[in-house]
């Protein structure tokens, strides 16, 4: 009784988590002036209407490619979340057959299986992570440095990239801890379940 309670609480309280990361994700990207409507700006400083297009071209390929990167470490975190919210619930279940007269071997494994699951899947998701964290910097730093180049790196904020970073790493944290707690929370579940 009291394992489904707790983890019925802890279920509860990381989909609560969920939801407000994605609603931050969803609504930081609706508020935050677009990077396209930036190469507007590209005017006086061409000297002919075909390198004004090939700069147009470039920015929209760089924008592209951060909203990409964007978009793809934002599909990382949701499914890693979801992924590990049910693999809590399905490894910590395991862990309690473990501890039922009748359970055999199969069930052991079935939960050493699925530990390993956990961990290769955090790993993973800390990895592209990392890389997507790794790309969005240097493709902000190219575009700070066009700005430079173009004398609009008065109107630009050198923050940008650090912030990306600073960012990145909050969700690698936040990932791997839900990660680490699901590891946890089904081995404790496992050693100490009979007690």
Known sequence: MYYSVFGFVYLIIQIAII???VRWL???NRSKP?????????TNTAETEGEVRMKETMLDQMNAELEQSVQTDKTVIIVGMVI???????NTGVAVAVH?????????????VLTAF???LNVSV?????????????????LEKFWEDEGLGKYQDASISQGYGTRGNLFNIISLA?????????LITYFLGSS
């Open 34 to 42: 677009k990077i396209a409507s930036r190469k507007q700006r590209l």
């Open 178 to 186: 839900l990660g680490a707690v699901a590891l946890l929370v089904s």
């Open 26 to 28: 969803v609504n930081r």
């Open 19 to 21: 939801i407000m990361i």
């Open 100 to 112: 039922q007269p009748k359970a055999g071997l199969a069930i052991r494994l079935i939960f050493f």
């Open 84 to 90: 590990n919210v049910i693999m809590l619930l399905v």
């Open 118 to 120: 956990v961990i290769v």
């Open 126 to 142: 800390g990895y592209a992570l990392s890389m997507g964290k790794k790309r969005r910097v240097k493709i902000t730093e190219r």
